[in-house]
């Protein structure tokens, strides 16, 4: 049997570091907002190379803070990918703004630069970038058009946590980087926590008011604020497995690796590009008779998944608002993704007895 995940085998080889801190952490009697945050904050910023990092609860949190932080007039417009994750768009409508969807690029499945300059309107004031599976979007024709056109630059990290582009860490590019510690990222906690990045030392610390009630000295509020702290001890195990980040990210590229060499070009496979440091995140190919691969695999006892099999204008929750645009490319990567095994745990010959029957279904 071949999982898709499994969480306690990813992080066994840690438990040694990890029951320590959770030790240390319990005998210090600081459960919110402690040194273990504080400290976590600092390495996870230098780690991205931006100056600040404020730990939040959630990765939804973290996109949510950040658009907050800007105080955009309610009903302004923020241009985000029709290819993500719901939570993106859930965070954008929550912040009391309007998503404006932006078709992917069919080869990177990532925000395509050519389409979101006709998406503008006198009401746009942010586009947020979504870097997709491990891999960074085309930032250069993005930072462009971000400074041509006086637009706030919000990365939703959440996939991307080590990722680069042109030896730049996904984080450094916008005014704001949102990620999500949510166990199963390549940078997972033990239970929900979030964080923010940002160069910008005002909106750092408006975002640190935000995520305790508004308030930066105690008992007296600023700003109608959230509860929105990351948690002490899943900071505790966040600097740990930190220190694994790098080791973990090389190992889902050495399995990325063995699959974008013997896998039959009868699958598409995810674009490489020299100058992108994708971390796998997540590893999709995509095939019009995907239902069928899956369940061909399913027969040999491999779990494959698939991100996602709706996409955000088509869920119930979304549907009327988007109901007037077509999103063909969006729809195509929905409806032909699988995802399959790559996670820590996963060894080479697992990869190769995956490719063994993936390559059968082409030939059988
Ligand atoms: C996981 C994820 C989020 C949300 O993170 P949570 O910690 O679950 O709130 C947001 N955006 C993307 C692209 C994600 O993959």
């Not at 995940?5 to 030790?23: D, M």
């Not at 009903?75 to 912040?95: D, F, K, M």
């Not at 069919?106 to 309107?121: L, Q, R, W």
């Not at 930190?242 to 990210?249: E, F, G, Q």
């Amino acid at each position: 049997m071949v999982e898709y995940e499994n969480l306690k085998k990813v992080n066994e080889p840690f438990f040694g570091e990890l029951k320590k801190s959770f030790e240390a952490t319990l005998e210090s009697g600081r459960y919110i907002l402690g040194c273990n945050v504080e400290k976590f904050e600092r390495e996870f910023a230098s780690f991205c190379g931006v100056d600040h990092c404020i730990g939040v609860a959630s990765g939804l949190d973290a996109i949510l803070l950040s658009l907050k932080a800007f105080d955009f007039e309610p009903g302004s417009e923020v241009l985000v990918p029709s290819n993500t994750y719901i939570a993106t768009i859930l965070a954008v409508l929550q912040a009391g703004l309007i998503p404006v969807l932006v078709e992917p690029d069919i080869h990177t499945y990532n925000i395509d630069p050519a389409k979101i300059e006709e998406k503008i309107s006198q009401n746009t004031v942010a586009l947020m970038v979504v870097h997709l599976y491990g891999k960074v979007c085309d930032m250069d024709p993005i930072m462009e058009i971000v400074q041509r056109r006086d637009l706030k630059l919000i990365e939703d990290c959440a996939q991307a946590h080590g990722a680069l582009y042109k030896g730049e860490k996904a984080g450094s590019f916008g005014h704001c980087a949102a990620f999500s510690f949510y166990p199963t990222k390549n940078l997972g906690a033990f239970g929900d926590g979030g964080a923010v990045l940002t160069n910008d030392v005002e909106i750092s610390r408006k975002i640190r008011m935000l995520r305790n009630y508004g308030s930066i000295k105690k008992y007296y509020n600023d700003a109608v604020g959230y509860n929105s702290r990351l948690d002490e001890i899943q900071a505790g195990f966040l600097s740990v497995k930190l220190k694994h980040l790098d080791a973990i990210n090389a190992h889902k590229r050495k399995l990325a690796q063995l699959y974008m060499d013997n896998l039959s070009d009868s699958f598409i496979k995810p674009a490489f590009y020299e100058d992108k440091t994708d971390i796998y995140h997540i590893f999709t190919i995509r095939h019009p008779e995907r239902d069928l691969i899956k369940e061909y695999l399913s027969e040999k006892d491999i779990m494959t998944e698939i991100h996602y099999p709706v996409p955000p204008h088509k869920q119930t929750a979304l549907k009327n608002m988007f109901h007037q645009y077509d999103y063909p490319i969006s729809d195509e990567i929905h409806a032909t993704t699988l995802s399959l095994p790559i996670s820590f745990f996963h060894t080479e010959n697992t990869i190769r007895e995956v490719l063994e029957a993936l390559n059968g279904f082409i030939t059988q």
